[in-house]
């Protein structure tokens, strides 16, 4: 019974604006700086998804990744590739979607979906030099 | 006198909405597909700007990376990184910013501007899997 | 008119074996080494297929890449892709499987497919070290 | 006594076919898919092997890199190089070459040989995208 | 009151020689071998810092990446990069710069600077195969 | 008689210095800024070599890799990894070690040796964002 730790990664490329209705434009602009662009700005998301799983041995994998990567793209990538975060998907309505907070809605799709295996981790890397992990941690 | 190939890479952040206003809504999203998603999409695009040169006895340089750095940051980097590439550039105006069409917005901006060296190549990819290369080439 | 350079990347996963049924088991190991290999060993081939075309001005698009990876695809990835090259692949049957005979054949399968621009080269990168270009020079 | 984990990376190019020779060959092609061809595929592998230690100071090592390098080459990556994972692997005989049961053989093999250091995680990457990493626990 | 770890990412080109004064010449290079060749050698070192905080409404932030950047850059980077590690370091005189020792060191520097939140895990990459992290145990 | 261009990447560890004895102090620390730096700084150099040549039809190879991968290993790689550039390397005495002054020298001593295939091109990469390209254009 083996315990495995198995990463699928996926890219989307999306639009954001980060910005706070309930603050005044100074301190949006002071909080996020040029990430605050009215007309938004994009990334090459670059999404990691681990789950954690034990070994089965008649297949000999622990989770299959054809089913973990249909997971990945029918649940997130569909919903956010070509997209623009603030308007355009419905798990993030209502939401800042800074990194964190997009983790953490990415985790709550998955949590409820996800019956195979454990999810255990989601890494959003930003751009080449930020990249944030969320654990489920609370 | 050896001649050199010097190239600079940079990356920037910023978004996009491919569309054509002399076309139809429909004609627009057969043309376009996703990329025509009203509020735009955006990614991390990476730019290689090649020039060439001749090694200068007394510096061993073709072209001095700092100055072409300064070159690159000052006349695109800032003008374009983390913004939206339809609204917020002054040098995109009344362009459909394909990879295409950026790339020789941007051979137009540096040509008149670099005097050091001859520009040679502009590379841009748009993902990790499509690139678009200009070489002045009309 | 612009002259543009588009380059789509794939990754297929295939086996393959280096051997000259015309020589002897000596001289094939000698030349092939641990490519040799009875029972074949496999990479994850990086392709990258350069087309070169004019920037048509109701698009902003040389070339469609989204037609480009459809070409790319339906006539090479899915015919190489977890596939053993020496058996599978019906326009490599007879050809010693290095990375020049491949992508040579590539070049012949898509030069006769491609009609919307001018294949430019085809590069195939076998491991992260070695790669091998053709430009259709004979 | 600082604790360190120390990550050796190295690539292998191998192929494999996945098939449990104890189901029907419909019910292997319905969980393998394309990973079941008979003649196999294959992939670089990269191979991330992390090692736990305290810092000696004598030395500034906690494991000298040199050493484990040498153990990774010698006990895994000669073995598997330009090899196919089905048929040329002593310790891989009998188990079906799933990332997940290469990666538990190379902890096996690895865990008796490793004396510097304690042995803490493998990681492989089958392809860009898909990745398995093992810590030991069952 | 999510739980996030964010991860900065920086790039610094220096040198360093392995040496140990209180060893014998013939015992530090059987130590270290081409590590300790009297003029010293060089890397790209790349420093991946990972800090540990919970999510705040107002900003959506765990940590405001510009802050985090702004302290790696000032207390590490500036000091380190295009330097002689050897001796060109406050922070590092006394000590044989291998990646085990460099990584404590970074690490007391940044643990008495850092408020916002905690550090987890300092990693650095020596080259492309080597990489040691650091997460403050003792 | 296909002509194709092979690429050979190699990666080695080295310092150096960008100075010129025959200026000053201050006109070289305004010139090399902070690679004028008394004690060096180092890069993880990546260097990729071109050679061209005709496919052989016995072999199916226009060059045998594991031969370019030895020339470039015993005329190159051995005489410059984990070396001080400005001090350790014969046929780079008297030089001043720029990226450009590197790839000349490069050039000069494999264009001898090399007798399978012609020599097209030498890039040397000085950090992710640097790189210079010569193909022996005087």
Request: net charge negative; glycine share 6%; with cysteine.
């Amino acid at each position: 019974m083996a315990k495995m730790y198995l990463t699928r990664r996926e890219v989307f490329s999306a639009s954001h604006r980060l910005w706070n209705q309930e603050l005044s434009d100074e301190q949006n602009f002071e909080l996020y700086d040029k990430c605050a662009n009215p007309n938004g700005h994009g990334h090459n998301f670059i999404l990691e998804i681990t789950v954690a799983g034990n070994v089965k041995g008649e297949s000999g994998f622990a989770v299959d990744f054809k089913k973990l990567k249909h997971l990945v793209r029918t649940e997130i990538i569909e919903k956010v590739d070509h997209k623009h975060l603030n308007y355009d998907v419905d798990f993030l309505k209502g939401t800042i979607p800074t990194a964190e907070n997009i983790v953490r809605a990415f985790w709550h799709v998955l949590e409820s979906k996800n019956s195979e295996a454990k999810l255990y981790s989601i890494r959003l890397h930003e751009t080449e030099n930020n990249m944030v992990e969320y654990r489920g941690e609370e």
